[in-house]
Nanobody
């Protein structure tokens, strides 16, 4: 069991940057593969990036080269550094934790979710 709380969302102009944080409770943070997902209004929740307990990362093609996922196990915190933001990035961003050892892109593999943080990039 792990509790997740996202922060760092907000409104940023296209081309700007934002860093999201996901603070995790518990002493088992290092055992989890972590992921970022996002959901725009009327859209399905989609995968953004994932990082496993060894630090291996995988990012969705739509954000590769712009977003960087990282984790600081000493702080029980995961980050999503978002650069070159586009209006298409507007969504509620969720952090999630999976007990799988590998990165995974599907929501059902992540039983633990934060409540989300809004990122808005106006056109």
């Amino acid at each position: 069991q792990v509790q997740l709380v996202e922060s760092g969302g907000g409104l940023v102009q296209a081309g700007g940057s934002l860093r999201l944080s996901c603070a995790a409770s518990g002493r088992t943070f290092t055992s989890y593969t972590m992921g970022w997902f996002r959901q725009a209004p009327g859209k399905e929740r989609e995968f953004v990036a994932s990082i496993n307990r060894s630090g291996y990362t995988y990012s969705a093609p739509s954000v590769k080269g712009r977003f960087t996922i990282s984790r600081d196990d000493a702080k029980n915190t995961m980050y999503l550094q978002m650069n070159s933001l586009k209006p298409e990035d507007t969504a509620v961003y969720y952090c999630a934790a999976s007990s799988l050892g590998r990165t995974t892109t599907i929501t059902i593999d992540y039983p633990y979710w934060g409540q989300g943080t809004q990122v808005t990039v106006p056109s």
